[in-house]
């Protein structure tokens, strides 16, 4: 029933996960093959030439558009390539532990002239993933033997058992000289195969080269653990996506960052910018940084394609509760600018005035502080005019211009201005601060009369039962 279920479920989402990549069919004329062989390639929702990707290659049997797919839908993976071409490799193509002429020619293709033709077309890094189910795991297995080196990861499901040939298993490591990872996916199987792929992993498992993980699918048949492990398979081929290393002791801040970049976008090309960000201000104490050095690290990380506001205000909220505030200041008005600039966003621009005007504050700069208020109460009010209750609340906290803070606060009772979000204030809660803007100018009389509009709208109103205390 849940193999159902699942099949079912991916009938549905499948066609709408695909329309995020683009099919791109080409027919390459092979000199070994002395044919044209029919090349599928996914490129991943928002490709661009001026960056680089991991490819992925599929063998034998095609699942390519899955693969794609699930690639696309998964966030702790980089964007990817997959391909697929229509090459002879299977249980026919072996007359032993090689492959039949046919067969090599076909290989032949795909290490001198596929491997090659895809990573000049589509600007690749030298970053490729094997995967093959059955025949097609029998032949990536066939590549590791042979060829390890050309590709980093291999995606095994459903081992098929060798049948025309009977294995080395030395075999299987002897070739292999550098770190490579290596994913098997087992079914509930005939015996046979499952023999063959405990013994293979009990084989791997003697290389000191080869990371090796075994996961065993019991509801999933020869024909479909690749359903079941995919999303698991891809995470182990790049469990290192989203991992950093951290700061070297005295290492400047630019230098680390520019480094781990440097590290990062060399092996995977695209990068998941933000997690990497809040890395780096995981890794960095900077308040042992210098006010210039920080200015630094801001710029370096607005000048970047991928950055967004949601990383500089983020950048601002980490440098402003270790009392940086200038710095807090800049990444602020940076995130502000990032949108302006590239129109988008992750950010609600009321939220970042609201910060910005709060680290003015902390700084001791209150003219700033009402300008930046002022200045994005203009830029939101179209949206939301949700800045009037800060400016008003903080005009009578701050006993800088209550009486301005009290109109403004009257003026949101009215009930004519647009307010949503976070930043709103209930009716009773309004009432009690106009109240206490009235104590504030020892009006007493009026401050009564707002005490009662609070509490009878809540009578558990804290902050009007503490005022109406403090009343005579």
């Not at 029933?1 to 791109?24: D, E, G, H």
């Not at 097609?136 to 080196?149: E, H, K, M, Q, V």
Request: glycine share 4%.
């Amino acid at each position: 029933m849940k193999r159902a279920f699942l099949i079912l479920y991916l009938s549905v989402l499948l066609p709408a996960f695909v329309s995020a990549q683009t099919l791109v069919t080409k027919k390459i004329f092979s000199a070994y093959v002395k044919d044209s062989v029919t090349v599928d390639v996914y490129l991943p929702k928002n490709y661009s030439k001026t960056e680089k990707y991991p490819t992925v290659y599929e063998f034998i049997y095609d699942h390519a558009n899955y693969i794609a797919a699930t690639a696309n839908n998964i966030w702790d993976i980089p964007n990817v390539i997959v391909v697929h071409a229509k090459i002879k490799g299977g249980n026919e193509d072996y007359k032993s532990p090689n492959l039949t002429d046919e067969g090599a020619r076909y290989y032949g293709f795909v290490k001198n002239e596929l491997i090659p033709y895809i990573s000049k077309t589509y600007n690749t890094v030298n970053l490729r993933v094997a995967v093959g189910l059955s025949q097609g795991a029998d032949y990536i297995n066939y590549i590791l033997r042979n060829d390890p080196s050309l590709f980093n990861t291999y995606l095994n499901f459903s081992l098929e058992r060798p049948i025309y040939y009977k294995p080395d298993f030395s075999s299987y490591t002897a070739k292999v000289k550098d770190t490579t990872a290596y994913f098997i996916a087992i079914a509930n199987d005939i015996p046979e195969r499952m023999k063959f792929a405990d013994q293979l992993v009990d084989s791997l498992k003697k290389s000191p080269y080869i990371n090796i993980k075994k996961e065993s699918f019991a509801e999933a048949t020869h024909s479909y653990s690749i359903l079941y492990a995919l999303p698991q398979a891809l995470l182990f081929a790049f469990k290192d996506y989203n991992v950093i290393r951290k700061k070297y002791p005295g290492e400047a801040l630019i230098i680390y960052y520019n480094a781990v970049l440097k590290e990062k976008t060399e092996k995977y090309g695209n990068i998941n910018f933000h997690g990497f960000i809040n890395q780096i201000l995981e890794y960095v104490d900077l308040s042992k940084s210098g006010n210039s050095e920080v200015n630094t690290f801001v710029d370096s990380v607005y000048a970047m394609k991928d950055c967004m506001d949601i990383d500089l205000f983020n950048i601002g909220i980490v440098l402003k509760t270790k009392g940086l505030y200038q710095n807090s200041e800049k990444a602020y008005q940076m995130a502000l600018l990032k949108k302006q600039n590239t129109g988008k966003s992750a950010m609600d621009d009321v939220s970042v005035y609201f910060q910005l005007a709060k680290v003015y504050d902390l700084d001791g700069k209150t003219d700033e502080a009402s300008d930046i208020l002022q200045k994005g109460y203009l830029n939101t009010k179209v949206k939301t005019e949700n800045l009037l209750h800060v400016m008003g609340y903080r005009y009578i906290d701050k006993n800088i211009a209550v009486d301005k803070g009290i109109e403004l606060l009257k003026s949101m009772l009215i009930g004519k201005h647009i307010v949503s979000g976070a930043l709103s204030k209930a009716d009773d809660d309004v009432n009690a601060e106009i109240a206490k803007g009235y104590f504030n100018l020892k009006n007493t009389k009026d401050a009564k009369i707002y005490l009662d509009k609070s509490l009878k709208i809540n009578p558990k109103n804290e902050a009007a039962l503490k005022l109406k205390a403090l009343i005579k």
